[in-house]
């Protein structure tokens, strides 16, 4: 499969997630929580931002980031913003969390988390 198919296929498959018509991507009968429970997300952040995570995480890089307050993080594959909204409540008003993705419409969900979270110190 050359790149432009595999990046359509991936825009395809999340966007479907981020606006509800498909509830995950991969083969997994697991639920959000519990895969993020697995991969270490801690209950707080799993029950606190339960609409920003579509349960889509390979990994938890909140867990090796050492984030410091007054820190600036760029959350790459941001998605609809779970790690963003956690690691913008690590690094304190005063400064913020970045989040990119490929994906539209996830990058359009997570704006209006920020929104509905009211987190102001968040970018997508």
Do not use: W
């Amino acid at each position: 499969m050359d790149n432009n198919r595999k990046r359509t296929v991936v825009n395809d498959s999340y966007g479907k997630v981020a606006i509800g018509v498909i509830d995950r991507c991969c083969c997994t009968e697991l639920s959000k929580e519990d895969i993020s429970r697995y991969i270490g997300y801690k209950e707080k952040d799993i029950d606190g931002f339960s609409d920003t995570n579509p349960g889509l995480g390979c990994g938890n890089p909140i867990a090796f980031g050492n984030i410091e307050e007054g820190s600036i993080v760029l959350d790459l594959g941001s998605g609809a913003g779970f790690d963003s909204f956690i690691a913008a409540q690590e690094v304190g008003e005063q400064s913020k969390a970045i989040g990119v993705d490929m994906t539209a419409d996830m990058i359009d969900k997570a704006r209006k988390n920020a929104e509905k979270y009211e987190i102001s110190n968040v970018e997508f």
